[in-house]
């Protein structure tokens, strides 16, 4: 199964994803779960951990969410593969981390 740029799809890789709608648009990374492969009946789908999650407003700054759901399943060819650099220091306007590593302000990984 190829991701948006034609590359086959690995378990346990960190790829992303964008949506926008109504000047909404929703940026998503995730690492791969589950790959299950379609049939004349179903299409392909991918299934992402979700490791970050923002979203804006056509001219204003990204938002942090908090994980509306800790997984998301989506078409392969919406995918595209992403390299993550993680700093250990860093976090979400300067909030602290909580015992899992995310940031107990907004819930993201602080990468």
């Not at 994803?17 to 492969?37: E, H, N, Q």
């Not at 009946?41 to 804006?56: E, G, M, P, S």
């Not at 979400?92 to 302000?105: A, F, L, Q």
Request: charged residues 30%; glycine residues 8%; contains cysteine.
């Amino acid at each position: 199964m190829e991701d948006a740029t034609g590359r086959e799809i690995e378990l346990e890789k960190t790829y992303g994803y964008s949506t926008t709608s109504s000047g909404w648009a929703v940026v998503v990374i995730g690492k791969v779960r589950k790959i299950r492969p379609g049939d004349e009946r179903q299409r392909d789908l991918v299934t992402l951990d979700v490791i970050r999650r923002q979203t804006f407003l056509y001219g204003h700054a990204a938002e942090y969410q908090k994980y509306k759901s800790k997984t998301v399943t989506i078409s392969p060819f919406h995918l595209f593969p992403v390299t993550l650099e993680v700093d250990p220091d860093a976090c979400c306007e300067n909030e602290t981390r909580d015992m899992n590593g995310g940031c107990t302000n907004c819930g993201d990984p602080c990468l």
